[in-house]
């Protein structure tokens, strides 16, 4: 497990607070939250409550756009693939919940592709999402990794978004709308 610095971009002056914000309640309404992510497995239990909510929103989403439920896509690839040594199931805590994470798997000996993004809905648009992305390039590099490719789907424009910003080129034609383009593949090399 590996705590984080608290991102200046996280800072509580810069995003509302709310009740259920880690920083209010009993440690002190101004307190710091412990960020803290934790490379795991998808049988972590921590990652089964992380799928659940995954597959709920990507059904909430999408539907039957793909002509099948999301629990087929979430059980598309076994559990070892997001394992190590040739994957990573990796959750951000924030003390001590999971509230945000994604995995990566093999494709080549260069090459992973990075799967199961997540941030729970009641701690989005704070950033996490950004951190889990850099941790997750950070681990690919450690293992030896130059490529990642991902995908998101047409009803994610926040992802869209997310990728472009962090430097991943999109590899469809981005003049199309989402509903023509469907899937949205990236890649990026890492440095």
Known sequence: MTQLDYPRWLSNSTRQRTASDPT?????????????????????PRAQLVLRDLEREYDARYGNL???????????????????????FLLLEVDGAPVSAG?????????????????????RGRGLAKLVLAELEAEAGRRGF??????????????????????????????????????????????
């Open 24 to 44: 209010v309640g009993s440690t002190g309404g101004g307190t710091r939250p412990r960020i803290e992510t934790r490379h795991t497995t998808p049988l972590d």
């Open 103 to 123: 995995a990566f798997m093999t494709i080549d000996a260069a090459t992973v592709e990075f799967k199961r993004m997540w941030t729970h809905a009641d701690h």
């Open 66 to 88: 793909f002509g099948e439920p999301a629990s087929v896509e979430i059980a598309r690839y076994p559990t070892d693939a997001f394992s190590a040594p040739g994957g990573t």
């Open 146 to 191: 130059t490529r990642v490719v991902l995908s998101t789907g047409p009803r994610q424009p926040e992802a869209v978004r997310l990728y472009l910003a962090t430097g991943y080129t999109p590899l469809f034609d981005r003049t199309q709308r989402a509903e023509q383009i469907v899937i949205h593949h990236f890649e990026k090399e890492l440095s």
